[in-house]
C-alpha cells in the first residue's frame, strides 16, 4: 500500500510538472508508467481513460546545445475514452458477467471504438516516408512546409529524410533529426504524432521504433492530396483510433538457466513467423500455450499473428482475418504435411512457447514482421505474449469501418459477380 501511495503521490507530483524527469526516466519508466495507470485505474480516478502526462527536460542538455534546446518541452497529454454509441462520455457500460437467480447475463455491449482527446495542443511531429519514392518526397516537402508554417510545430524527420529536405532547399534548417539511433530510444518522450507516408510496412518501420510506449500514428497512403484538411482535424481532435495490440518476443536458448535470462526482445505489429529457412526439412516444432501441450507443426513453420497482422502472412497462409481490436493471438501453419492441420485463435493473455526439440533433423529461423532472422537451434525456444505497449493508429472513419474498408479494397474479400435477376424463380416458397 505504501508504494502505491508513494507511486500515486509521484504521478500527481508528475503530472503537475514538479518532478524531476531524470529520476523518472532513470527508473524502470515503462512499468512505472504502467503500474501508474494501473493504480489509478484502481482508484478510480481515471476508471475509463488512461492519462499520458509527461513533463520532459530535453535530454541533449549539452554545452554547446542553443538555448531554446535546454527549455523544458513538455509533451501533449491527451486521455483516451469509450464513446458509448455516439455519446461524447467517459463512461461505459462493463462486459460484466452477472449471476442472478441462475441466469448469467452480459451487459449490453457499448461501442469500443476508441476516442483521443488532446489535453494540450500536440507540438512535435515525427514523419517518417518510405524510402526512393519521388511521390512520397513530393508529399514530405508540402507537408513539413505546411506543419512548420501554418501549424508553429516543431518537425523531426530521420537523418536520411533530413539531407533530402536540405538537398530540395537549405529553408528547412529548421527540421530536426538525431545524430545516432541511441537517440531513437528517448522519441516517445519527445513526439506527440507520429505521421508515415507510405504503406504498411511503414507503419511497421514506424511501430519497430518504438520499443515501448507508441506516439499516436496518422498512417498517410500516397494518394493524399487532403492532407492539411486530415491532419487539421487530427491535430484539433477528438480522433477515433485503433490499438493494435502488439507481440513481445523472447529467445530464450537452451543454455540460458531460466526462461527470464532471454536475448533482446523483438515487438512485432504483424507476427512472428518460424520457418525452416533454406532448409530442406520438414519443420518439428514443439507448440505450448501457457504450458499445455498444444501440437507439433510438421511443415513449412508456423506464424504466430496480432489480430492487424491477419490481413498479412497469416491471411497468406490461411489464417482468419480478424479485426484489429479483436484481443487474441493467431496461431497459423505454414504448409503444414497434415490433412487435419486448421489454424487457431488463442486468447490475447497467454504466453505461447515454441521450441526446436532435439530430435529435430534441423533448426528453425524466427523473423519478425519480416526482419531480423534469428536461428533456433535444437533446445532454444521463442516465447511469445502480448506487449503492454500497443500502437495507437488514427483511423479514417472508425475501427470497423477501417477494417471492412482495407479486407473490400486492399483485398477484394468476396468480390463476385452479382446473380442476374432474370432466371428461373422458387415460385412455391
Ligand atoms: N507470403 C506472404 O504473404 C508474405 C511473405 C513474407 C512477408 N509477408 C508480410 O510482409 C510483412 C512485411 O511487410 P513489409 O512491407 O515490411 O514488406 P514488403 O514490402 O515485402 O510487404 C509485403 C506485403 O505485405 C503487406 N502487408 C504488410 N502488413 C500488412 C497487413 N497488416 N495487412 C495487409 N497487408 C500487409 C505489405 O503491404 C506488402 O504488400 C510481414 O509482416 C508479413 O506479414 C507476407
Ligand atoms: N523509413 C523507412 N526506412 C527504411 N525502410 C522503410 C521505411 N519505411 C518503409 N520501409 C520499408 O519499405 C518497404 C516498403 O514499404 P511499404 O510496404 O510501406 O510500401 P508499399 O509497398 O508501397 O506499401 P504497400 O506494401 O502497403 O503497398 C517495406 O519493406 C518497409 O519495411
Known amino acids: 500500500m505504501e508504494q502505491k501511495a508513494r507511486m500515486a503521490e509521484q504521478f500527481s507530483a508528475e503530472k503537475n510538472g514538479d518532478i524531476d524527469c531524470e529520476r523518472v526516466k532513470n527508473s524502470d519508466n515503462q512499468s512505472m508508467l504502467q503500474n501508474e495507470s494501473n493504480e489509478h485505474s484502481e482508484t478510480g480516478c481515471m476508471k475509463h481513460g488512461i492519462w499520458s502526462h509527461e513533463v520532459l527536460r530535453d535530454r541533449e542538455s549539452d554545452s554547446n546545445s542553443n538555448a531554446d534546446r535546454n527549455k523544458i518541452m513538455r509533451k501533449a497529454s491527451f486521455k483516451l475514452s469509450w464513446w458509448c454509441n455516439g455519446e461524447n462520455g467517459d463512461q461505459h457500460k462493463h462486459d460484466i458477467v452477472s449471476f442472478e437467480r441462475g441466469n448469467i447475463t452480459t451487459a449490453e455491449r457499448s461501442s469500443k471504438q476508441i476516442s483521443l482527446k488532446w489535453e494540450s ?45 536540405l538537398a530540395e532547399s537549405s529553408n528547412f534548417s529548421y527540421v530536426q533529426t538525431w545524430k545516432d539511433d541511441s537517440e531513437i ?22 511501430a519497430s521504433m518504438f520499443k515501448g510506449p507508441v506516439p499516436p500514428i496518422v498512417p498517410f497512403s500516397l494518394d493524399s492530396e487532403h492532407f492539411k484538411d486530415c491532419l487539421d482535424s487530427v491535430l484539433r481532435g477528438p480522433i477515433s ?14 543454455a540460458a538457466k531460466n526462461e527470464y535470462e532471454t536475448e533482446e526482445p523483438f515487438l512485432v505489429l504483424n507476427e512472428v513467423t518460424i520457418d ?22 510438421q511443415g513449412d513453420g508456423l506464424i504466430l499473428s496480432t489480430t492487424s497482422g491477419s490481413t498479412a502472412y497469416s491471411l497468406a497462409a490461411g489464417g482468419s482475418m ?10 497459423t501453419p505454414i504448409c503444414p504435411h497434415s490433412l487435419s492441420f486448421r489454424p487457431l485463435i ?11 526439440p532435439f530430435n529435430s533433423r534441423s533448426p528453425a529461423w524466427a523473423s519478425f514482421d519480416g526482419k531480423d532472422r534469428k536461428l533456433l537451434a535444437a533446445g532454444d525456444a521463442l516465447l511469445c505474449s502480448m506487449a503492454p505497449w500497443p500502437v495507437p493508429t488514427a483511423c479514417q472513419v472508425d475501427s470497423t469501418n477501417d477494417f471492412l474498408r482495407s479486407i473490400h479494397d486492399g483485398l477484394h474479400w468476396n468480390l463476385r459477380k452479382t446473380q442476374s435477376f432474370d432466371g428461373p424463380r422458387d415460385r412455391d416458397l
Not at 500536440?122 to 506543419?147: A, D, E, F, G, H
Not at 525452416?276 to 501440437?295: A, Q
Not at 480478424?322 to 496461431?331: A, K, N, S, T
Not at 488463442?346 to 526446436?356: F, G
Open 346 to 356: 488463442l486468447p490475447e493473455h497467454v504466453t505461447v512457447r515454441i521450441m526446436v
Open 322 to 331: 480478424v479485426h484489429p481490436q479483436v484481443p487474441g493471438i493467431l496461431f
Open 121 to 165: 495542443d500536440p507540438q512535435t511531429v515525427l514523419i517518417l516516408t518510405k524510402p526512393n519514392s519521388v511521390s512520397v518526397r513530393i508529399l514530405c516537402v508540402q507537408m513539413v512546409r505546411w506543419l512548420r508554417e501554418r501549424k508553429k510545430l516543431n518537425v523531426y524527420v530521420e537523418p536520411r529524410v533530413k539531407v533530402e529536405l
Open 185 to 206: 530510444s528517448h522519441l516517445h518522450m519527445k513526439v506527440d504524432l507520429v505521421i508515415t507516408l507510405g504503406g504498411d510496412g511503414t507503419v511497421l518501420w514506424a
Open 241 to 254: 483510433i485503433t490499438l493494435r495490440h502488439r507481440l513481445l518476443c523472447r529467445v530464450v536458448r537452451d
Open 276 to 297: 525452416r529457412g533454406i532448409s530442406s526439412y520438414l519443420t518439428n516444432l514443439e507448440c505450448y500455450c501457457d504450458n499445455s501441450f498444444v501440437t507439433c507443426v
